[in-house]
């Protein structure tokens, strides 16, 4: 009987957690001048969907991402993520919440003077992970790409390609829990034109 009951709830909160709203947006508007780049977007993703955001040059997807973790402000309308409005958080309140919001832009920049390795580990060191969890960490997605052999070569000795390659999103679609690769646990929404990418 216990066991039953166990099994039933764990069931129950399955179903609620997947029924979760992490975002929602209504009737978001961003202007530019006088050009409309969100003209009242609505919409909501719950846990573990996946939703691809698809249009042509300047139809304003990279802008409706950048107002998901404050990057881009919106004029009016209501932004909640995990039930929390951001559209009035200042910039030091918006810092945890950028934190746990990966962000993966078709324009990537790898630093130049660094090795693969500690670009990879960036992003830990700047949130003040000690230097050997950051290197652990930054080793493990390495190798979960298949680059851990690059792991002290510089970016100007990787052909253009292969850069962009380490750089994709696809290359990390085994890490699909996290919402960017040095992270873990989180979810998230991704844009590209005519593709749309694991989260």
């Not at 390659?165 to 290359?171: F, K």
């Amino acid at each position: 009987m216990n066991s039953l009951v166990s099994t039933t709830a764990i069931e129950a909160q399955s179903r609620a957690a997947a029924s979760e709203e992490v975002v929602r947006l209504t009737d978001v508007k961003r202007r530019f001048g006088t050009t409309a780049a969100l003209d009242g977007i609505s919409l909501t993703v719950k846990r573990g969907e996946i939703l691809g955001i698809i249009g042509r040059s300047g139809a304003g997807k990279s802008t409706l991402i950048r107002c998901l973790n404050g990057l881009e402000r919106a004029d009016s309308g209501e932004i909640l993520i995990e039930g929390r409005d951001i559209t009035g958080l200042s910039e030091q309140e918006l810092q945890p919440l950028r934190r746990r919001i990966g962000m993966i832009f078709q324009h990537f920049n790898l630093l130049s003077a660094q090795t693969v390795e500690e670009n990879v580990a960036l992003p830990l060191k700047i949130e003040g992970l000690a230097k050997s969890e950051r290197l652990k960490r930054a080793h493990e997605l390495l190798e979960l790409v298949g680059l851990a052999d690059k792991a002290k070569a510089y970016p100007h000795r990787f052909p253009a390609a292969r850069s962009n390659a380490s750089a994709s999103p696809g290359r990390w679609r085994h890490a699909r829990h996290c919402c960017c690769p040095t992270r873990r646990h989180r979810r998230s929404i991704r844009k590209r034109p005519g593709r749309s990418w694991h989260c």
